[in-house]
């Protein structure tokens, strides 16, 4: 039975930092991508960042800069280290693993950003 597990999230002030964590059962992590997206209210799900089973990193536009993703195979761990958040960053983030054609979703976590 996969698992995707995210945590870390909360209510912060604009400027402030987050480190949301996702931890993963039931894949062989090390084989999957791992991806971070978010969901506003409103709006459609958006990619935020990603990093292959290499370990190579990409980010969308609006979060370059600020943000930054990694992993810890050892620990089936993605984690999303963001910082300078604005209140456009508030959404529902999400985690994503996929390898081939399987993907995996987590429940997601609320971050919330006060102006």
């Known amino acids: 039975q996969v698992q995707l597990v995210e945590s870390g999230g909360g209510l912060v002030q604009a400027g402030g930092s987050l480190k949301l964590s996702c931890v993963a059962s039931?894949?062989?992590?090390?084989?999957?991508?791992m991806v971070w997206y978010r969901q506003a209210p409103g709006k459609q799900r958006e990619l935020v960042a990603s990093?292959?089973?290499?370990?190579?990193?990409s980010y969308a536009d609006s979060v370059k800069g600020r943000f930054t993703i990694s992993r810890d195979n050892a620990k089936n761990t993605v984690y999303l280290q963001m910082t300078s958040l604005k209140p456009e960053d508030t959404a529902v983030y999400y985690c994503?693993?996929?390898?081939?054609?399987?993907?995996?979703w987590g429940q997601g976590t609320q971050v919330t950003v006060s102006s």
């Open positions: 994503n693993a996929y390898y081939r054609l399987s993907s995996y």
């Open positions: 990093t292959t089973s290499g370990g190579s990193s």
């Open positions: 039931g894949i062989i992590f090390s084989d999957h991508a």
